[in-house]
């Protein structure tokens, strides 16, 4: 089965994003939400980055059709309308409860050989997949923010997934102009195992008192060629995101070590201070800029 009708739940930071990239490789695709309110906006971002595309594409004189992939595009609030989709993919609130609850309400709905997939970052792929009815057709499929320019994408097995199901979802993240890898159910799957934990360290460094938070930025910048430094990619991702996720590891794997969560980005998210999205966390921001 070729995956040709794309069913996204969630129009938000990340959904949007999915349903444009996966509209761009070809496939239809319907974007489901709760509220009017928040599929426009989600639809709103769709068409500005299309429009965007369209016109970088025509300054290096290429051809982008941006009205053909929105064409196949189409909002609804509707889950029944996700009914005949190959795939379904969840990107909502960052809720093991409320994704659990939402895959058992889609096992009744979607056709028997749809697929499902999570773009969750941290949670366990294997506790969605048990209560969805399908857990042999259930893979994790995590986008990375900006999805639009992100290139990769993780596709996360369980060990009741079918092989089949696997080599599908790889091939959809190709159609969608992703290099897709594929990993077990293991926390935070590749990157963010490795990514979060070495963020944490960086805190624990400063904590201590070892370097500023500046140099120790400066250090795995200048060092190691990194884009940006540990401090700096907490603040753009999100302190908040990021305690949410050492949160659910610690309640899980108390014992690991590498899951200790740091004072200091418990105190800040204490005060409000979450980074770019607030204005403010390790640095000062206005929009997307560090100040």
Known sequence: MAIRKVGVIGAGLMGHGIAQVAAQGGCDVVVCETQQGFLDKGLERIDK???KLAEKAKEKGQAFDAAAVRARIRGTLAKTDLADCDLVVEAIVEDLDVKKKLFAELGAIVKKDGIFAS???????????AVSGRADRFVGLHFFNPVQLMKLVEVVRTDKTNEDVVAQARAFGEACGKSPITCKDTPG??????LVPYMADAMKLAERGDASIPDIDTAMKLGCGYPMGPFELTDYVGLDTTLSILEGW?????NEPAFQIPKLLSGLVKEGKLGRKSGQGFYTWQGDKRV
Not at 119 to 129: K, V
Not at 189 to 194: G, P, S, T
Not at 250 to 254: A, D, T
Request: aromatic share 12%; no cysteine; net charge positive.
């Open 119 to 129: 773009n969750t970052s941290s949670f366990p792929i294997a506790e969605m997949a």
């Open 49 to 51: 980055s299309l429009a």
């Open 189 to 194: 799957f590749v990157v963010n195992r490795l």
């Open 250 to 254: 610690v309640k899980r794997y108390p």
